[in-house]
């Protein structure tokens, strides 16, 4: 129970990675709130995790608009006294688009949607993670380091969010606060799902995906859980500033 009685935010929490990370993180002994948009979803999230014993609230929040972001870590400690650590996993990927077909707009809008929000979530838990020594998990990804062919909008969102993680682990290391990223590969999520969907053959994108690792799979959005659980506890003390990337060794045959 390497995070007993420590209160996690994971945005994004309802399905998917963040929904991994509640479970996991509840596994080991937290509190979590899930941050999502959709109300069912979040409800069902939590009635999910509460029938495995762990404690969960749902928090309604566009991670996109600052102010909603502001109230769920303010709503987080109102209802369990303090907060140890921030997830910032919402977020999301477009088709593929290249340069001449994405506009200025949809660039800044996938900026806000992926990398404003965690600027957001991190400006406003940092007043409480000072109170408890906490930390950060900004859910980044592989192609934030590498690149990605026809996604210029998604990789620079994600390039920033290791960015800004490296910035924040400078600036808040006095203060006890440890900021890694988590940059994984392919993950078999509702998200991966929907767009195996608009495929020919979705099962054989789906194994197509599969073959990029040298594992011969996809992450499981619990294996990436387990990542952010390591780096959320005392186990990961003296990591800050890290790109951690749990890719199956995707990016070692990458040129295959």
């Known amino acids: 129970m390497k995070l007993q009685d420590k209160v996690a935010i994971i945005t994004g929490g309802s399905k998917g990675i963040g929904l991994g990370c509640a479970r996991v993180f509840g596994k080991h002994g937290a509190r979590v709130v899930i941050a999502s948009r959709g109300k069912e979803a979040g409800e069902a999230a939590v009635a999910e995790l509460a029938a495995d014993g762990i404690t969960a609230l749902f928090v309604a929040t566009d991670v996109a608009k600052p102010a909603e972001m502001q109230h769920l870590v303010e709503k987080a400690v109102e209802e369990f006294g303090q907060l140890d650590c ?3 996993n919402a977020g999301w990927h ?5 340069i001449d077909q994405t506009s200025v707009q949809e ?3 996938l900026l806000r949607w992926n990398l404003t929000s965690t600027f957001a979530g991190c400006k406003f838990a940092v007043p409480h993670l000072r109170k408890t020594r906490g930390s ?3 859910m980044s990804s592989e192609v934030g380091l590498i690149g990605q062919a026809a996604a210029p909008a998604y990789v620079s969102s994600k390039a920033g969010q290791v960015g800004l993680t490296k910035a924040l682990a400078i600036d808040l290391a006095a203060d006890g606060i440890r900021v890694n990223a988590v940059c994984p590969a392919g993950v078999m999520t ?3 799902q929907e767009w195996a ?3 020919y053959d979705p ?3 789906l194994r197509c ?3 990029w690792h040298l594992l011969g799979r996809m992450a499981t959005a619990d294996e990436i859980g387990e990542v952010c659980a390591f780096l959320a506890s005392s186990e990961a003390s003296f990591l800050t500033g890290q790109a951690i990337c749990p890719d199956g060794g995707a990016a070692l045959g990458y040129r295959r």
Do not use: C, K, Q, R
Request: proline fraction near 12%; avoid cysteine.
């Open 86 to 88: 921030l997830v910032n």
């Open 94 to 98: 477009p088709p593929a688009m290249s």
């Open 107 to 109: 660039f800044e809008e």
């Open 136 to 138: 950060i998990i900004n």
């Open 190 to 192: 509702p998200l991966m």
């Open 197 to 199: 969907d608009t495929e």
């Open 203 to 205: 099962a054989a994108a």
């Open 209 to 211: 995906v599969d073959s």
